[in-house]
Each structure stands twice: as structure tokens, then as C-alpha cells.
């Protein structure tokens, strides 16, 4: 059994970290101690401003934990502990915000279940996230987080989600079928155009829908919820659904990434029409090795431990593309000089 990422905290005080301690100054260890307790910040789950994220309190005493684990082989320390509570945290503040899981009963990764966040940007001090319970089958539980300062709400919209793209899949089917749908919110844009948060209160996620009996494939496709707050709630309603693969070009997804992208390829465009043969030449192989090296120079990156892998790529991905564009700007710049 693996687990999708590693969760661990200790309460002390309310606080998810001791009051003498900042997240900049913890956030290279696994762990921190906050008294007799200590804590660890979950794996991948942090907002990509790193101001939220989960914890996961262990179901055991302070002294019977393997804390080295967590060093060694942080998989086995997840298989080892049970967990007893996930936390929705403001990691900035140091405070534990709400339990996750009231508006579906106990939640508990494990046994091939797991737990992945997707955060949208905040407003007025608040966002929301997306956070999906999946197990063997399919996504057993989709939650709509609202977080503040001082706490955070929560709703479950799993069911409402399932109705609609249901109803879509069987419209072209002959018969009906059970399916079972798993929701990936794990790996999504920071800032998405086919799918992620589109704005601060729309997410597009994909999905995908099995026959169980036979694990085929049914159909895949994009589901767009659009959330928002009430007095003392928050609600998520389907706005739109597709059928229909989502595409794989990360250049299609982070809207950021597009932009950028889209702007190299004119600015190359517009620079290799002024140059003679022999030089567009050159500008080509160029452009084609650091397209090449860009790529792996993304791929190599180390995230961040708390960090989401593919907002870090994509975070990576842009820095290179604006490098390049304010290089190419340059030459443009220097040949209308001449």
C-alpha cells in the first residue's frame, strides 16, 4: 500500500505549530515539536502561496511513534499509524482552521484509499479548495472547502457530481450501467484553462467513469463547478459537463503557462522572418535545444516537500519561458537598431 501523500500533526494549544515557531523556519523539516507533540505537514497538500495545507493527527502516543520513519521511509510510517483526525490548516498562522470530514463521517486514507487538495486563489482573505477521498473504485467523497483566518466550512458535493455526469454518460448509452468515477484533483494547474481553478470560485476537474464488472472505460471528460458562499455555509453547484479527454499539453491547462508560451512563439516568429537563411537557420536549432532543455530543467526539479509536483513544474516552466522571452526581446530590439 502507498499513499498518495503523508499526513501527521499534534495539537498543542489549538495550534497546529508551537507559537515560537514560523512556517519558513519549519518547512525544511518533516516534523516539528510543539511541546510534548509533534507534527508533520502533509506531503503535497500545501496551497501553492503556502499558506494552507492538511495535517494528519496519529492514533497513538506521542512516545510509541517511529518518528525516524518519516526520515527513512516515509511510506511505512503512513502503513504503520493509524489517524485519528485530518486538519485543515492555516500553515502561515500556525492554526488548525477545522477537522475535515464532518459532512461525510470519519475519514481515514489507507487500505488503497487517499486524500488529494486542489486550492483555489484567495479573495477577500477566503478560498476554496476541492479536496478528493478516492479508494479502489473511484472517488468515494468530493468536498468543497471555504477557508478564512479563523475557520472553514465544508460541503459535500460528491453525489450532486456523480448525478450530473451520470446522466450524461447513460444519454448515449442503450442501457443503463453502474459506473464508478474518480475525480483527478491531484496534479491540477495552479491556474487552469481546460481544467483547475479557472477563477476563485470555478474549478474544472476531469474525470473518468469504469464499469466496474469490467473495469472498462466508459467515458472521461471535464465536470466545472462553480462554488460560493453563504451567510454560514458554502454551496457547489454543476455548472457544465463534457465528455471528452481533457488533452495532456501542460501549455493547454495552466493559463499562465499559455500566455507566456504564446507570446515566445510570436515574438520567434516575428525574429525569424527578419533574419537571412543561414541565421533563421540557427535561431531554429537554438530555439529546439532550449526547448529541449527547458523541459528537462522542469522536469529535474526538486519540489518542495509539502508541494505540489505540478504546480512546481509549471512554476519552473514559466520562469523559463519569460527568461526566454526577455532574450528574445532583446535581439528584436537590437535588429530594428541596425
Known sequence: MRASFLLATGLFGGSLLAANL??????????????????????????????HGL??????????????????????????????ELWVVDLTNGKKLCSLGSSVGYIR????????VA??????????????????WGTDALIVLDS??????????GQRVDRSVNALIKKGKAHAENYDIRYSVAGLPEHGLKTGFANASTIRIPFTAKIRESERTAAEGVVTLSLARRTDAVSASVTHTIIGPSGDDPFSDDTRLAKA?????????????????ADQEALQNEERAWIEQREKQA???????YENNRIVRDQT?????????????KRAASKEKR
Open 22 to 51: 514560523t512556517y519558513a523556519e519549519t518547512a525544511q523539516h518533516r516534523w516539528i515539536e510543539s511541546g510534548a507533540d509533534k507534527a508533520v505537514i502533509a506531503r503535497h497538500s500545501k496551497s501553492p502561496d503556502g499558506r
Open 55 to 84: 495535517a494528519w493527527v496519529v492514533a497513538a502516543e506521542p512516545g510509541a511513534i517511529d518518528w525516524s520513519l518519516l526520515e527513512s521511509d516515509p511510506d511505512s510510517f503512513y502503513e504503520k499509524y493509524e489517524l485519528r
Open 109 to 116: 486514507p489507507g487500505s488503497h484509499r487517499t486524500l488529494n
Open 119 to 136: 486550492w483555489g486563489p484567495l479573495e477577500g482573505g477566503r478560498r476554496f479548495a476541492v479536496v478528493a477521498y478516492d479508494w479502489k
Open 148 to 157: 478564512g483566518a479563523d475557520n472553514c466550512r465544508e460541503t459535500q458535493a
Open 261 to 277: 508560451d504564446r507570446e515566445l512563439n510570436a515574438l520567434y516568429r516575428g525574429l525569424l522572418r527578419r533574419l537571412g537563411p
Open 299 to 305: 522536469a529535474d526539479v526538486k519540489s518542495d516537500y
Open 317 to 329: 516552466l514559466q520562469r523559463l519561458t519569460e527568461e526566454r522571452i526577455a532574450e528574445l526581446r
